[in-house]
């Protein structure tokens, strides 16, 4: 049986190091959003960067909101 710890390190890997490109979640509707990096791991989750202008966000992110980019597929269904 998985459980949600074994989950998100699936999802957000165990080893995730500054310079990994990530998708975070939206705090005003949850939905998932791209260019985006880790900037710096902290204790209480992720500090971070945002490509377009390379400035940090002000808020640390949980490991519940930042999840591995996924590459886009080139079929219409996924």
Known sequence: ???LTDVRTVVVGESVEPGTKVEVRSRFDRSWARGFE???VVGS???IR???D????????SADDVRAERKKS???WY
């Open 1 to 3: 049986m998985s459980t």
């Open 38 to 40: 880790i900037a710096e």
């Open 45 to 47: 989750g992720y500090r």
């Open 50 to 52: 945002r490509l377009s």
């Open 54 to 61: 390379g400035s940090i966000l002000p808020l640390d992110f």
């Open 74 to 76: 080139d079929f219409w």
